[in-house]
Structures are given as structure tokens and as C-alpha cells.
């Protein structure tokens, strides 16, 4: 086997079209007055990080919105209440276009979430023998770190934190394969996961340095009467690594194609700086 020297980079194109949607001004337009601010800001991340990664590989996974995933079957209060601006969701659907006209693949099926996918692709890298990049502003991702995979996780403005191993264990106190536990116990509300009751993210780390995992504690005696939801929860936080991703093949992106899509979509700026990366290194 022969052990690719660059990396796989995979993104949660949702992750990161929210925060360009959020952080752009509204008055960013494409053809026909239609939002055009979450696909410029993602464009330009993802441009600026296959910049500064040159990784062999890109695969941008997305969630599919309105389609139940097996975690609201599980729980059908998971991620209750969120909504949408119907701006964001118009550029959600294009998204992924943009990516696949860049040369790069994309991951989207039905009762799957982003976050399958980078689990997917991590674990499918690490088989193969090469290193992965995971680039996510969402915590859950901490469980894929490994000598093998890095989160890459927004901090600020353009700034990204590298996290490994000993990263996750120094913010949370538990080892990433623990996270899935960490969650469950801990809650997540952001997901609207409650969690165990009366328990916090110190209690959580402090039970998971005692009982290993989730099920030790269940076995030991604790929560014997959330046993069955903690199980629930456990679930729904694990990312699914069985996720159908496409062949992650060396790839030599395609900027001229991006860049026309842009131009016919009339974000004229972002075409100019995706022709300019495109004469710059048309062979990248």
C-alpha cells in the first residue's frame, strides 16, 4: 500500500455555511436578487484551507435538511426548534454544486448528517494508511481525533485550532473516544440532548475517569433509572463512521469550472479570485 503523503481534508459544509451566512452582509447578491453571502464566505474558507492545507483529497459532507435522520427517531426532541432563514437554506441546496464544480467530491444522502461523513472519511484515511483533516466548528468532531486525525476548529475570525488527543483530554478531561459518553452524560444543548440528571461536564469527566465508558457506569449502578435514554443519547452523539462517502481518489481541483459557476451565479468577485487561483496554479 502506498501511504499518501498529503492529507484528506474533510469539511461539515453545513458547519461552516452557517457561520458565512451569519457573518456576511445580507446585501451579498447572485442572480435574480437571490442570498449569495453563505456561498461566497464558504467558497472563500474553503479556498483559503485548500490553500494553506494542500491536502491530496477534499470531501465536503452535508446534512440533509427535512429528511428525519435515525436520531430523531430515537429522540424526536433532537435539535428541536431550530430554523432556518429560507435564504440559507436556497444556498444549502447550491452548495454542494459549487464544491463538485471545484474538482472536490461531496457526501449528501438521506438520514445522514455531516458529521457521518467525516467519521466515514476519517476512519476510511486512517485504513488506507494516510493522515485526515476534519474541519468542524462543532465539538462532536473531538471523537474522531487520533494520531492519525486532526479537528481543525474555528476560534476566531480566520483562525483555526489544531486538536488532537491530547487537546480533547486537556478541554474535557476524557479521551476522544469517551466523547460520545462525555455527551450523553454531560447533555448537549445545542442538540437539545439533556444528558444525565445532575450532571455536568466536570461531573461527566469525573464519572468517565472512574467507569471507562458509558455502559461501565450503567453496569456499576448509576442511573439506573435513565439507563435506556443515556443508551439514546450515546447513540444519537456518536458519529457513524458506515456513512456512504464516495471514492476519495488523489484529485486535481477544477477551478476554471468554479469559477464560470460563480460568474453565471454573478458573484463576480469571487469568479475573479477563483480565475486567479486558476492561472496562479492551474495544475494544483
Avoid at 477534499?58 to 433532537?78: I, K, N
Avoid at 467519521?119 to 468542524?136: C, D, H, N, P
Avoid at 494520531?147 to 487537546?167: K, Q, S, Y
Wanted: charged residues 25%; glycine residues 10%; neutral net charge.
Amino acid at each position: 500500500m502506498i501511504v499518501p503523503l498529503q492529507p484528506l481534508l474533510v469539511v461539515d459544509g453545513d458547519s461552516f455555511a452557517h457561520r458565512a451566512y451569519h457573518g456576511l452582509p445580507k446585501s451579498i447578491r447572485r442572480a435574480g436578487n437571490r442570498g449569495g453571502g453563505a456561498i461566497v464566505g464558504f467558497a472563500n474558507f474553503l479556498i483559503r484551507l485548500f490553500q494553506s492545507e494542500r491536502p491530496r483529497a477534499v470531501l465536503v459532507g452535508w446534512d440533509t435538511l427535512g429528511a428525519p435522520t435515525y436520531r430523531q427517531q430515537l429522540f424526536p426532541g433532537y435539535q428541536g426548534g431550530r430554523q432556518f432563514d429560507a435564504e440559507l437554506i436556497d444556498q444549502l441546496d447550491v452548495l454542494p454544486e459549487f464544491v463538485s464544480a471545484c474538482g472536490l467530491a461531496t457526501a449528501k444522502a438521506a438520514g445522514y448528517e455531516a458529521d457521518d461523513f467525516l467519521a466515514a472519511a476519517a476512519a476510511e484515511e486512517t485504513r488506507r494508511g494516510g493522515r485526515a483533516l476534519v474541519a468542524s466548528g462543532d465539538r462532536d468532531a473531538f471523537q474522531l481525533a487520533s494520531d492519525t486525525v486532526t479537528i481543525l476548529h474555528p476560534v476566531r475570525a480566520g483562525e483555526m485550532a489544531r486538536i488532537g488527543p491530547a487537546e480533547v483530554r486537556e478541554r474535557y478531561g476524557v479521551e476522544p473516544a469517551q466523547v460520545p459518553d462525555f455527551i450523553a452524560l454531560r447533555g448537549d444543548p445545542s442538540d437539545k440532548l439533556p444528558g444525565a440528571r445532575g450532571v455536568g461536564a466536570k461531573g461527566a469527566a469525573a464519572l468517565l475517569r472512574q467507569y471507562p465508558t458509558l455502559e461501565d457506569a450503567l453496569a456499576g449502578g448509576r442511573f439506573a433509572e435513565q439507563a435506556n435514554e443515556l443508551r439514546r443519547f450515546r447513540r444519537i452523539a456518536a458519529m457513524d463512521s458506515t456513512a456512504p462517502i464516495p471514492a476519495l481518489d488523489d484529485q486535481i481541483p477544477t477551478w476554471g469550472k468554479a469559477a464560470a459557476l460563480a460568474r453565471s451565479w454573478e458573484l463576480n468577485r469571487l469568479a475573479e479570485r477563483i480565475e486567479e487561483l486558476a492561472t496562479a496554479a492551474p495544475a494544483i
